[in-house]
Nanobody
Framework: VQLQASGGGLVQAGGSLRLSCAAS????????VGWFRQAPGKEREFVTA????????YSADSVKGRFTISRDNAKNTVYLQMNSPKPEDTAVYYC????????????????WGQGTLVTVSS
């Protein structure tokens, strides 16, 4: 599976932005997908994830109520809707695919996209 993240850019705090993660391969629906982020000078951290069927999601406390993950398996795409972003959300965002355990427990999914930069201005 190859992943391509897009949609990053500059957004004002309190605005909204939607990231997309497009996948190649007919088996995309077999994978859970997660979003991770890495801010300058910080370690990579988990943001949110969705199970392969889309029936369950889980988000870090820092983004709960503001960010929403969804997927359209027919389009081989996962989305991250970012509402009311804050300056501390500034980071390179990566989408990744793998098993639920890889995403949630080991935080080391098998497949990674290249990342898209999100900058939130105050």
């Amino acid at each position: 599976v190859q992943l391509q993240a897009s949609g990053g850019g500059l957004v004002q705090a309190g605005g909204s932005l939607r990231l997309s993660c497009a996948a190649s391969g007919r088996t995309f629906g077999s994978f859970a997908v997660g979003w991770f982020r890495q801010a300058p000078g910080k370690e990579r951290e988990f943001v949110t994830a969705i199970r392969r069927s889309g029936d369950m999601t889980y988000s870090a406390d820092s983004v709960k109520g503001r960010f929403t993950i969804s997927r359209d398996n027919a389009k081989n795409t996962v989305y991250l809707q970012m509402n009311s972003p804050k300056p501390e959300d500034t980071a390179v965002y990566y989408c990744a695919a793998g098993t639920w355990t890889q995403i949630m427990i080991t935080t080391n999914p098998q497949y990674w996209g290249q990342g898209t930069l999100v900058t939130v201005s105050s």
